[in-house]
């Protein structure tokens, strides 16, 4: 089979509210007035810039609730986030831009102004999986294309932004939310006041604990976050330090067995008997932890209620100073310490109990013995097993993330020329990342039931002849289910190094920009892994200790640690942004660009031909490590009263290699894209509307697999939207918001189908004295099943396929103080 890893979250809302960089709490600019300042040279409001630009403010984010940032990023137009994984591992992509690995790969994901790891798609380690969306928040910036691919690295697509709130005018909240429908327990709070003269801080977190949206049958979610700033204001400038200390652990969706039936046309899908996919998941507590070998080829044991954890402390310094004679220094400086693990049951295929037995035994007539849970050392009926007569076989994604470390610094100057007919506005700098990417892969292979409401089992298997092949359900201490692939240990830090440099000349109504980046760095240290040449990888060792080697143990994999490969390549690419805007009438601007940009593949090509086994340089080229985007806009933007709208027209071909994961297959791919994306608000006295549609038409240019020529990129769909809906008084507030998509196809072969599904949020807020507010937020509202993903290309013999949906139905009431 071939393992596509892609992994994702479900629901959000919009208000387009940003403010200045020194003020970064308030929330009352007039929209369409307000000062943009991700991925710009400097602040610019939105009818003035020539980028499409969209913010989510502080008041949106609260009265949503989202329960993750890939949720409240679905809010942004132009952004396709598959939320339907958990609180982390979203798969993200931007008109049309395919998603061809997990993660946000051509998008970058920062926390004031600087990335949150250098890398969005890190095999495992996406950066959402260390960002939280909490009260420290004051808005969300997204610049989609345009200057995205000049102002920050391996961005071409669009940089997201999360800005914190700094306390610069006093005020915070705590906030007790319960779920009403499912378990779940978290106290949200922030508070952020001057502390004298020029000098003010900010301070705010959360922590949440419960089973969480699904099934599981344990306390699956259990952590939190801190965040803390203080800001010196003095004559020309300021100064300000901040950290930030995350510490969390949830389950991670993986795609789960789904029956389908119908054709791949019009498929219908639908829940297997005892497994809802909205509300179940393949976790349960009588999955007992996973036994392997670690990146030392030691035995070490790993629970699987750990799920997606991760840890991170982060520290922070930002300054801003006028050196004299209109000259503006800015710098941003960021060390993370990041790190943690992944464990999630991924089913490498389903069948009825029967042909996975005798599968497993190696021939006909092989039995059923329960290995864990309340009723241990039954045989079973094969036919009722379960409850449903199914079993997967499943290969274990143990991951280490030992270190995910991050130091960025981001160094700018600026100054304005006065030239008479008009101004020219000079922006410099100069970037620098190190990004560490040190990680074990630890799989392993057991036999499970297919049960929900946390009831699933391990299962032993006996051959026909009486002999166990199995070990306490373990069919192997290695991925077995992929032909022992993907035992790996990587160590390689990526430094990226990119001097920069922006023009803006205005003139009258018109404003002309260009600007240019020059990327380039190494990438050094040292990989190891079983199945590419460095010998059979597969051994035995004796897990029981019990004198005797089982058949499971006689498949254990083992990572030739004397037999390692360097890392040694230097990569670099350029890219460029040319743009104009005309302001046609105050409320009206036309504007125009075009825009390259690359994107150095990092981690997802190690492992693959791109990158030499002899001495780790690249016999190819950088070619093999970068991917390029070329994109060109043309919109407008009108804003007047309580009415906003914008529109892009946009087109964009993207040329990348990349790399399946099992087995092991390199192939490159040239993708266009052309499409317009459409954004338009409405407010009159309480009541406010906000509405997004992106329509894209996408299209394989080029493919190894000839077959794909012409087809449409998995899982792009035609239109993808949301709306938002909210009527506002002093004593309450009430709203709704969709989010939809059209249907897409699961792979590029264009066969099977998503169905189109359309997602209903509604949120409602009482406000009875001054001071406090009660709320109720259900996502999800109606229930509706959305598939995000699917494994299989077409319906198999057997009508199972292995996909993932969104979260059912979750009711949150929450209780909030204002200070």
């Not at 000098?199 to 089973?211: A, M």
């Not at 652990?249 to 005892?274: D, F, M």
């Not at 700018?412 to 007919?421: Q, T």
């Amino acid at each position: 089979m071939k393992l596509r890893y892609a992994l994702c979250a479900g629901a959000a809302v919009s208000a387009l509210v940003t403010t200045p960089a020194f003020a970064q709490d308030s929330t009352d600019t007039v929209e369409g007035e307000e000062i943009i300042v991700t991925a710009v040279a400097r602040g610019q409001n939105r009818i003035e810039s020539s980028v499409s630009v969209s913010s989510i403010g502080a008041e949106a984010i609260t009265n949503l609730n989202a329960p993750s940032s890939a949720d409240l990023i679905r809010q942004i137009p132009g952004i396709r986030s598959e939320a339907s994984g958990g609180e982390g591992n979203a798969n993200i992509a931007v008109r049309g831009i395919p998603v061809s690995t997990g993660g946000a790969r051509y998008i970058q994901l920062q926390e004031d102004g600087l990335p949150i790891l250098e890398f969005g798609d890190i095999i495992f380690g996406n950066a959402d999986n260390f960002l939280r969306a909490d009260r420290s928040v004051a808005r969300v910036e997204a610049v989609r294309g345009g200057s995205a691919s000049t102002f920050a690295s391996n961005a071409p697509g669009a940089v997201i932004n999360f800005i914190s709130k700094t306390g610069k005018q006093e005020g915070g909240a705590i906030q007790g939310t319960v779920g009403l429908d499912f378990e779940t327990y978290r106290l949200d709070f922030d508070y952020g006041a001057p502390l004298g003269e020029d000098l003010y801080f900010h301070v705010g977190g959360f922590y949440r604990t419960g089973e969480g949206p699904r099934d599981i049958g344990y306390n699956g979610y259990d952590g939190g976050q801190i965040k803390a700033n203080i800001t010196k204001e003095f004559d020309g400038g300021y100064i300000r330090f901040s950290a930030k200390y995350l510490d969390d652990k949830t389950p991670t969706i993986l795609p789960q067995p789904v029956r389908v039936t119908g054709g791949n046309a019009s498929p219908n899908y639908e829940a297997i008997a005892g497994f809802d996919p909205r509300t179940d998941s393949l976790y349960s507590p009588f999955i007992t932890p996973a036994v392997t070998l670690d990146g030392n080829n030691n035995p070490a044991t790993f629970d699987f209620r750990d799920g997606l954890s991760v840890q991170s402390f982060a520290f922070g310094i930002e300054s801003e100073i006028d050196v004299g004679g209109g000259w503006t220094l800015t710098n941003r400086f960021r060390f993370a310490d990041n790190s943690g693990g992944f464990l999630s049951p991924f089913p490498a295929g389903a069948d009825l109990a029967q042909n996975v037995a005798n599968s497993v035994a190696g021939g006909p007539g092989a039995s059923i013995i329960i290995a864990t849970g309340p009723n241990a050392g039954q045989t079973v009926n094969p036919t009722t097993v379960g409850g449903n007569g199914l079993l997967t076989n499943v290969v274990v994604f143990n991951t280490r993330l030992n270190s995910l470390d991050n130091i960025t610094n981001d160094f700018r100057v600026n100054k304005e020329f006065d030239l008479g007919g008009g101004t020219l506005n000079f922006t410099s700098g100069f970037y620098l990342s190190r990004q560490t990417v040190d990680t074990d892969w630890l799989w392993t292979s057991h036999v499970q039931t297919v049960q929900g409401d946390g009831q699933a089992v391990l299962v032993n298997i006996r051959n026909a002849g009486g002999q166990i092949v199995t070990q306490n359900g373990t069919v192997g201490f290695g991925a077995t289910f992929f032909g022992n692939c993907c035992r790996r240990s990587y160590d390689v830090d990526y430094s990226t190094y990119a001097p920069f440099a922006s023009l803006s000349f205005e003139t009258g109504r018109l404003t002309l920009d260009a600007s240019i980046r020059y990327d380039f760095g190494d990438a050094s240290g040292t990989i190891t892994g079983a199945d590419t040449g460095f010998g059979t990888g597969i051994g035995s060792f004796d897990f029981d200790r019990n004198g005797t080697i089982s058949t499971a143990e006689a498949q254990t994999a083992v990572l030739p640690l004397g037999n390692a490969r360097p890392v040694n390549y230097d990569f670099d690419y350029v890219s460029y942004s040319l743009g104009a805007n005309y302001l046609v009438s105050d409320d009206l601007g036309l504007f125009a660009r075009v825009s390259r940009g690359g994107r150095h593949t990092a981690d997802r090509s190690l492992f693959s031909p791109a990158v030499s086994t002899t001495d780790g340089s690249l016999p190819g080229g950088d070619a093999g490590v970068i991917a390029t985007v070329n994109q060109i806009e043309v919109g407008a933007k009108y804003q007047s009263g309580g009415i906003g709208f914008y529109a892009t027209g946009f087109f964009a071909k993207t040329e990348e290699t990349n790399v399946e994961l099992a087995p092991l297959e390199l192939f490159d791919s040239t993708y266009e894209a052309f499409g317009i994306e459409l954004e338009g608000s409405y407010r009159t006295g309480p009541f406010s509307l906000t509405a997004g549609v992106t329509w894209t038409d996408s299209e394989i240019q080029d493919a190894l697999d000839a077959t794909t020529i012409g087809n449409t990129p998995r899982r792009q769909a035609d239109l993808v939207y949301q709306a938002t809906a909210q009527y506002e008084s002093d004593l309450f507030t009430v709203g709704a918001n969709v989010v939809g998509t059209t249907d897409s196809f699961t792979q590029d072969s264009n066969q099977l189908k998503l169905p189109a599904y359309t997602q209903v949020n509604a949120f409602v807020a009482f406000r009875p004295i001054d001071r406090i507010e009660v709320g109720l937020n259900a996502a999800n509202l109606f229930n509706a099943t959305g598939f995000t993903e699917a494994e299989e290309g077409s319906i198999p013999a057997n009508g199972i396929v292995r996909a993932r949906s969104i979260a059912g139905r979750t009711v949150l009431a929450s209780i909030r103080f204002d200070f």
